[in-house]
Every structure is written in structure tokens, then in C-alpha cells.
């Protein structure tokens, strides 16, 4: 079966050092993207691809980077890591604009 | 940008009762309006959606109201049942201008038995 795969599940990790989170479809979905989820602000979303070559900033880019060099696969890249980025960090993939979101399973990473 | 208020954050019901969540947002050229279901440990899930061409939709106990002049859409669940506990999102984007989906807080919801 087709699905979205998000590896690692959990990370630890320290301050300013360079982190990423892997986010893998077998979809074959154009529109990627990454949200991260914290107490008492939902889901947030960070960036976002519409295809190969594609990536948009989100409400909370700040600190993160994201690459699309390929349709299956859009890794998010922290490139300091600071303990505000402690978070549960989901990745999603749809179709089209406008259909169902199929989400991961999440990476919950903690910064120390 | 789109700003989507989700209330309440929290609502405990009785099994068998019916719960209500509402939702506002503020571009009024958003068009899509799904809810997402998030069970512990696992990522969001969608439940219902509905466009902006659609005030109501059904799914048996699951309905979704849109209201597009006040800006509203609320996610009514019928004869709850312990499993329905979760935590819920309301969600909305624009699909002309290729925005993705900006979510509300959510709302944990208990079913209690």
C-alpha cells in the first residue's frame, strides 16, 4: 500500500546543531508539506511544495529550510537548532489543492 | 494570511450526547474546509469536508455546516460514542490561490461512558 513515512521518530538534540527530518510518499503526490504541532497552537505549518524544484514559507519558517529534488521525498532542515523548535513535526501530502491531506506519524524532537 | 479561531479547546460529553465545534476564518476567498481527527500518537486524519459551493454535508453521524457570509463552519457529531475521543481540527485554504491549509487550535474531545 501506498504511504507517507517520517523517520525518526524520535530525536534528541542539542543546541545549534543542524538537524533533519526525513518525510518520504509513495503516492506520487505534487503538494508536500510540514507542520509542526505544540501545546496550545495547533498545527502550524512551516513550509511547502507543490512539486520538483517547488518550496513556499509558511506561517512559522523561521529556522527551517526544506528542499524538493525529487516527488517522493521533502526533508526539513533545522539549521540551528534551538530549544523553541522542540515540537512534534508532522508531514503531509495530498493530490491536489483543495483534497485530503494524508499525514505521517510524526517526529517528536527535543532540543537540549 | 488566513487566521482560522477554533472553540472550544476542550469539550467532555456524555456517550450518546451530541457535540458541536465552530470555527471562523478570516480570508473570505478561502473555499475548502476540512476536519481532521488526531488520535493520540497518530497524525491528523481527515473526517469531513466541505466547499464553499455547500452549506451542509453529512457523513452518517458527522455533519459539517458552512456559513460563508458570517465566515463560519462548524463539525456536529450525533450519539457519541468513547471512541469519537480525540482531538479535532478545523481547517481552511484558498484553492485559486494555491494557499495550503492553515488549521485551528483544536479541540480535545471526551466521551466519557
Known amino acids: 500500500d501506498a504511504e507517507i513515512t517520517q523517520s525518526p521518530r524520535h530525536k534528541i538534540t542539542e543546541t545549534g546543531r543542524q538537524v533533519t527530518l526525513a518525510c518520504h510518499q509513495t503516492?506520487?503526490?505534487?503538494?508536500m508539506f510540514w507542520y509542526r504541532q505544540d501545546l496550545g497552537h495547533g498545527l502550524r505549518l512551516i513550509h511547502y511544495?507543490?512539486?520538483?524544484?517547488?518550496?513556499n514559507k509558511g506561517e512559522v519558517s523561521d529556522g527551517y529550510s526544506v528542499s524538493r529534488s525529487n516527488t517522493e521525498d521533502l526533508p526539513l532542515t533545522l539549521e540551528s537548532a534551538a530549544s523553541s523548535q522542540t515540537s512534534v513535526y508532522f508531514c503531509?501530502?495530498?493530490?491536489?489543492?483543495?483534497?485530503?491531506?494524508?499525514f505521517g506519524q510524526g517526529t517528536r524532537l527535543t532540543v537540549v | 494570511g488566513e487566521n482560522v479561531e477554533q472553540h472550544p479547546s476542550t469539550l467532555s460529553v456524555q456517550e450518546g450526547d451530541s457535540a458541536v465545534i465552530k470555527c471562523t476564518y478570516s480570508?473570505?476567498?478561502?473555499?475548502?474546509f476540512p476536519w481532521y481527527k488526531q488520535e493520540l500518537g497518530k497524525g491528523p486524519q481527515l473526517i469531513i469536508d466541505?466547499?464553499?459551493?455547500?452549506g451542509e454535508k453529512k457523513d452518517q453521524r458527522i455533519a459539517v455546516t458552512l456559513n460563508k457570509t458570517a465566515k463560519h463552519f462548524s463539525l456536529h457529531i450525533t450519539e457519541t460514542q468513547p471512541e469519537d475521543s480525540a482531538v479535532y481540527f478545523c481547517?481552511?485554504?484558498?484553492?485559486?490561490?494555491?494557499?495550503?491549509?492553515?488549521f485551528g487550535k483544536g479541540t480535545t474531545l471526551s466521551v466519557s461512558s
Open positions: 503531509a501530502s495530498s493530490t491536489a489543492l483543495n483534497t485530503e491531506a494524508f
Open positions: 503516492w506520487n503526490h505534487n503538494n
Open positions: 511544495s507543490y512539486g520538483v524544484q517547488d518550496t
Open positions: 480570508d473570505s476567498a478561502s473555499n475548502y
Open positions: 466541505i466547499r464553499s459551493n455547500v
Open positions: 481547517a481552511a485554504s484558498q484553492h485559486q490561490a494555491g494557499t495550503a491549509l492553515i
